[in-house]
């Protein structure tokens, strides 16, 4: 399914904002009876450069994955910073924020694509590329620049 715009069909993350990433963390890791993945502060040091609506932003976000047996499910939660994340949280609630794909060493070229498509980028750091498929798909689409 390589001709496919997204030169993939296969989803490898569903991400939720949520304002309390530990509870979440927590609760779901008692629902499933496993062990709580650590949770991060990304970019905590400013080493990946993000844009956010065209604007440089440092981009931090509290997060957690669970490696499930078909996907990752990702835990975010926003900080103060601009972000696709602060901006969802605020409008929505808590939620379903995006599905992921992988688009190893193609993530900008299929971002280009999607706009093409109709699916705007809204923000990108160095490995990943979010665009606007929300009005059509009711969900942000994220590529990932990941094996």
């Not at 991400?15 to 991060?40: G, M, N, Q």
Request: glycine fraction near 6%; aromatic fraction near 8%; charged fraction near 25%.
């Amino acid at each position: 399914m390589a001709n496919t715009i997204l030169g993939t069909t296969l989803i490898c993350q569903v991400a939720i904002v949520v304002r309390d990433v530990e509870k979440a963390t927590r609760r779901f890791a008692e629902l499933l009876k496993v062990p709580e993945p650590t949770i991060i502060m990304a970019n905590d040091d400013g080493s990946d450069t993000v844009t956010y609506r065209g604007e440089s932003t440092q981009g931090r976000v509290r997060l957690s994955f669970f490696n499930l047996e078909n996907t990752v499910l990702e835990f975010i939660e926003p900080t103060e910073d601009p972000s696709t994340w602060k901006e969802f949280l605020e409008t929505n609630g808590p939620g379903v924020h995006h599905i992921a794909f992988k688009a190893k060493d193609r993530m900008m070229e299929t971002a280009a694509k999607l706009e093409e498509f109709g699916f705007p980028l809204i923000q990108n750091g160095d490995k990943y590329a979010y665009v606007d498929s929300v009005d059509d798909l009711g969900v942000i689409i994220e590529l990932l620049d990941i094996d």
